[in-house]
Protein backbone atom coordinates (compact mmCIF):
# COMPACT_ATOMS: atom_id res chain seq x y z
CA UNK A 1 0.00 0.00 0.00
CA UNK A 2 3.19 2.08 0.93
CA UNK A 3 4.92 1.81 -2.11
CA UNK A 4 0.99 2.07 -4.15
CA UNK A 5 1.30 5.43 -1.98
CA UNK A 6 4.66 6.68 -3.37
CA UNK A 7 4.17 5.60 -6.85
CA UNK A 8 1.18 7.55 -7.00
CA UNK A 9 -0.55 4.97 -9.42
CA UNK A 10 -3.39 4.27 -6.86
CA UNK A 11 -6.77 4.73 -8.70
CA UNK A 12 -5.18 5.68 -12.59
CA UNK A 13 -8.42 6.31 -14.14
CA UNK A 14 -9.78 8.70 -11.14
CA UNK A 15 -7.04 11.37 -10.57
CA UNK A 16 -9.28 13.78 -8.37
CA UNK A 17 -9.29 10.11 -6.07
CA UNK A 18 -6.01 9.50 -6.15
CA UNK A 19 -4.67 13.13 -5.15
CA UNK A 20 -7.26 12.99 -2.52
CA UNK A 21 -6.11 9.57 -1.24
CA UNK A 22 -2.53 10.75 -1.59
CA UNK A 23 -3.14 13.98 0.62
CA UNK A 24 -5.09 11.93 2.96
CA UNK A 25 -1.98 9.20 3.12
CA UNK A 26 1.49 11.31 2.23
CA UNK A 27 2.19 11.83 6.27
CA UNK A 28 2.76 8.03 6.63
CA UNK A 29 5.42 8.32 3.64
CA UNK A 30 7.56 11.16 5.57
CA UNK A 31 9.33 8.45 7.81
CA UNK A 32 10.44 6.12 4.73
CA UNK A 33 12.45 5.58 1.72
CA UNK A 34 11.61 4.12 -1.13
CA UNK A 35 13.76 1.39 -0.51
CA UNK A 36 12.64 1.06 2.84
CA UNK A 37 8.87 1.28 1.43
CA UNK A 38 9.90 -1.55 -0.96
CA UNK A 39 11.28 -4.15 2.43
CA UNK A 40 8.56 -3.51 4.55
CA UNK A 41 5.96 -6.39 4.52
CA UNK A 42 8.48 -8.98 3.27
CA UNK A 43 8.40 -12.30 5.05
CA UNK A 44 12.05 -13.45 6.25
CA UNK A 45 12.67 -15.97 3.07
CA UNK A 46 11.38 -13.50 0.94
CA UNK A 47 13.66 -10.50 2.54
CA UNK A 48 16.47 -13.51 2.62
CA UNK A 49 15.94 -13.97 -1.03
CA UNK A 50 15.74 -10.19 -1.85
CA UNK A 51 19.07 -9.55 -0.56
CA UNK A 52 20.48 -12.75 -2.11
CA UNK A 53 19.81 -11.41 -5.48
CA UNK A 54 21.24 -8.29 -4.49
CA UNK A 55 24.27 -9.39 -3.09
CA UNK A 56 24.93 -11.45 -6.35
CA UNK A 57 24.36 -8.48 -8.82
CA UNK A 58 26.35 -6.21 -6.79
CA UNK A 59 29.42 -8.97 -6.77
CA UNK A 60 29.27 -10.20 -10.12
CA UNK A 61 32.64 -10.95 -11.10
CA UNK A 62 34.16 -8.80 -14.92
CA UNK A 63 36.30 -10.54 -17.26
CA UNK A 64 39.66 -9.40 -16.68
CA UNK A 65 39.66 -9.01 -20.34
CA UNK A 66 37.18 -6.18 -19.70
CA UNK A 67 39.38 -4.61 -17.03
CA UNK A 68 42.36 -4.70 -18.85
CA UNK A 69 41.18 -3.39 -22.03
CA UNK A 70 39.14 -0.57 -20.02
CA UNK A 71 43.07 0.21 -18.30
CA UNK A 72 44.90 0.20 -21.74
CA UNK A 73 42.46 2.87 -23.76
CA UNK A 74 42.81 4.97 -20.22
CA UNK A 75 46.26 4.89 -20.89
CA UNK A 76 46.26 5.56 -24.81
CA UNK A 77 43.87 8.43 -24.34
CA UNK A 78 46.18 9.83 -21.46
CA UNK A 79 48.99 9.51 -23.86
CA UNK A 80 47.22 11.49 -26.83
CA UNK A 81 46.63 8.72 -29.37
CA UNK A 82 44.24 9.02 -31.85
CA UNK A 83 41.65 6.36 -32.43
CA UNK A 84 41.09 6.12 -29.08
CA UNK A 85 37.63 7.00 -28.99
CA UNK A 86 36.60 4.66 -31.99
CA UNK A 87 38.13 1.86 -29.38
CA UNK A 88 36.37 3.34 -26.57
CA UNK A 89 32.68 3.16 -28.04
CA UNK A 90 33.95 -0.33 -29.18
CA UNK A 91 34.24 -1.42 -25.39
CA UNK A 92 31.33 0.38 -24.10
CA UNK A 93 28.92 -1.45 -26.25
CA UNK A 94 30.57 -4.77 -25.46
CA UNK A 95 30.02 -4.03 -22.45
CA UNK A 96 26.51 -3.31 -22.96
CA UNK A 97 25.74 -6.31 -24.93
CA UNK A 98 26.97 -8.62 -21.97
Wanted: overall charge negative; aromatic content about 10%.
Amino acid sequence: MLLSLLKKDLYPDDPVKREDVYNTYKKYLENYTEEEIDWYGLSMFEAIKKQMNLEEATNKPQPLKHVYRAELIEKLRAAGIDGVKAALEEHESGLQQQ
